[in-house]
């Protein structure tokens, strides 16, 4: 049968029509746009080309970036360190080891019987309880550096306790100078040693808070390392006031030395 044009045309009329309209919208809007946007398209592809041209060939930071750089790093170097020396831990000279005379171990007896029998008797003039042993170990030290780290604790256990003492605590539990502990600071750290000290004391909220205050104001300040606290009831204690609690805290101090 002989293919007739005319027939196609008619019953084919609506979709060649959508299909011509079509393929002008196509043409006219691609003329639109490479006219008006692929030249604006070209040149940010060309300059992000630049650009990334640029970053591979120089360096991200310059010197004067990295000069900057390390010389804040220096500033705050020192800030660290002067605020570490701030806290730094002196042994004062009645706890520590003098040259010539008397072995270290004589010493160091010495002065801790001195330091113990003083507290004592501070303590109980004032009516308050205090462990016997003041925190000297029931172990004596005899390596010289063992000594003297001891002796740094015992420092810091005299200075706590005249604070304790002074704000009128009820009673002093218990005092533990961890000086066989060895520091595992980092190498980079300013901190070279520390000696840690443990106390359990009972006080009331306004004898506690006092003892708090004169730790912070001595020179240079006690470092509190551990702080806990409970209330415990007063009623089963015949030197608490009508009505006050007690608070049981454990309070952990450190003496710190620090790099030269």
Known sequence: MAFDLNNFLQENKR????????GAVFVTGYTVIDAYVW?????????????????????????????EAKAQEEKLNQSIKALTAKLAFVSRAEF??????????????????RFREKRLDDARSRGIDICDNCGVPDRSPTQAEDIRRTLRG???????????????????KKITVAADAQFAGREDSYIRDEVKVEFEIEANSRALSAMIELTQ?????????????DVRDAGSSGRAGRGESLVHIQIKFAAIEVKE
Do not use: M, W
């Open 15 to 22: 979709f060649l029509l959508g299909a011509f309209v079509g």
């Open 39 to 67: 030249d604006d398209i070209r040149v940010a592809a060309h300059e992000i080309g630049s650009d990334k041209s640029k970053v591979n060939k120089e360096d991200y930071f310059s010197q004067k970036n990295l000069d």
């Open 96 to 113: 520590q080891l003098k040259d010539g005379g008397a072995s270290p171990q004589n010493q160091y007896l010495d002065i801790a019987s």
């Open 154 to 172: 015992l420092d810091l256990a005299d200075r706590v306790i005249e604070c304790a003492i002074g704000a009128g605590v009820r009673e002093i």
């Open 217 to 229: 104001a001595s020179n240079p300040p006690l470092t509190i390392d551990e702080f806990s606290s």
